[in-house]
């Protein structure tokens, strides 16, 4: 394949649930999309997920955008480009900005997989046509209000249920919404990191709310603390922000600082990585799952292609448009009896909609040609 041109769009997407940041309280977010067209007239389309606001992943949606327009998207003109070999670690020449190669490696796998007239998730090997999405809820405000919350998702068909909590916010909170909620939705807590080397004792507790697995307890670099918080075989670790690259993942199950591993395609720089993540975790029969970032339907629709594969044996994060947003960029995706579609149309299957580019308030902010 050989990319002729390379435009990036960026397009006001409101959001249901205000987005909170350092910087104030966001009612709507820019989404950033990538459009490639090859050479031979298919147009593939994929999306800079890089989020407003968050430390944790180590990449500013800025910088990230600046790193694809500037340097990345460049580097796709005028070669040939295997997709499926890509290696985000060597192939671009430039180290880190995973999130900007994994939006435009998307690109290219939805463009790849029209130019052959198949669902990427069928490209990609998947062996399921919906998944059984997961929903995240978190942990502000009165404890009454997040129940409330669970309850009125788990009332929408969602079947598992993940708080985000922290310390002074996790005990109480989990125990009662288990509590609430009965034993018969999967409850997981994920810490973002929040927690330090004292609070094993304290994080092993937490699995008497009955925790499917505690997700990244500890900061990314802290891995003593979840080797420890693994021995004591209280509850399941998972990892995901510690896990970057196939490689730092075989090194975070030899040392046995997790059991069950989130995949996030753009986490770990594209749709490439993740496979061979995929394909490791599947041979050594351990559990995983992908994650969401908040994309639209663009990136929702790649990341379920990646979700239906057999190895993703866990609910992924990626719930239903009006999660997130009052109108998604493409056909919505919906929850049907507590499932998601994995689309069935070449590529990803699905575009933005024409109302949403012929919208003045969408922003062409680059383009390549070559
Ligand atoms: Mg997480």
């Not at 249901?16 to 820019?30: F, K, Y």
């Not at 890089?50 to 600046?66: C, F, L, M, Q």
């Not at 919906?130 to 009125?152: K, L, W």
Request: aromatic share 4%.
């Amino acid at each position: 394949m050989r990319v002729s041109r390379i435009r990036v769009v960026s397009t006001p997407v409101e959001l249901v649930n205000p987005l909170v940041t350092a910087e104030g309280t966001h009612g709507s977010r820019d989404a950033v999309l990538v459009e490639v067209a090859t050479t031979d007239g298919v147009i593939g389309w994929g999306e800079n997920v890089a989020p407003v606001g968050v430390a944790y992943v180590g990449e500013s949606r800025d910088a990230s955008i600046k790193a694809m327009v500037e340097q990345l998207a460049p580097r796709l003109l005028g070669r040939d480009i295997e997709v499926a070999t890509i290696d985000p670690g060597s192939w671009w020449g430039i180290d880190g900005h995973c999130f900007a190669k994994h939006a435009l490696e998307s690109a290219l796998w939805d463009a790849e997989a029209r130019t052959l007239g198949v669902p990427l998730s069928v490209l990609l090997g998947a062996s399921r046509d919906h998944i059984t999405p997961g929903v995240v809820v978190g942990v502000g405000g009165d404890i009454e209000n997040v129940v409330r919350e669970c309850e009125q998702r788990i009332a929408e068909g969602y079947r598992r249920v993940k708080l985000k909590i922290a310390p002074g916010r996790d005990l109480a909170v989990l125990a009662t919404v288990r509590a609430a909620i009965g034993d018969g939705v999967i409850l997981q807590a994920d810490a973002n990191g929040s927690y330090g080397p004292d609070d094993i004792d304290h994080v092993a507790n937490l699995a008497d709310s009955g925790l499917q697995f505690i997700e990244q307890p500890f900061a990314a670099d802290d891995i003593d603390s979840h080797v420890a918080l693994m021995r004591t075989g209280s509850v399941p670790v998972c990892m995901d922000e510690s896990i970057g690259s196939h490689r730092q993942m075989v090194e975070m199950l030899d040392r046995g600082a997790c059991s069950i591993v989130n995949v996030k395609p753009a986490r770990v720089g594209g749709i490439a990585e993740a496979v061979r993540m995929h394909d490791t975790l599947l041979a050594e029969g351990v559990d995983a799952w992908v994650g969401g970032m908040l994309e639209t339907g663009v990136g929702r629709a790649s990341a379920l292609a990646v979700a239906a594969m057999p190895g993703f044996t866990l609910t992924p994060d990626l719930s239903a448009s009006n999660r997130y947003f009052a109108r998604d960029l493409t056909e919505p995706f919906v929850l049907d009896g507590g499932r998601i579609a994995v689309p069935t149309g070449p590529g990803i299957g699905v575009e933005p909609l024409d109302r949403v580019l012929a919208d003045r308030a969408t922003r062409i902010e680059a383009v390549h040609e070559g």
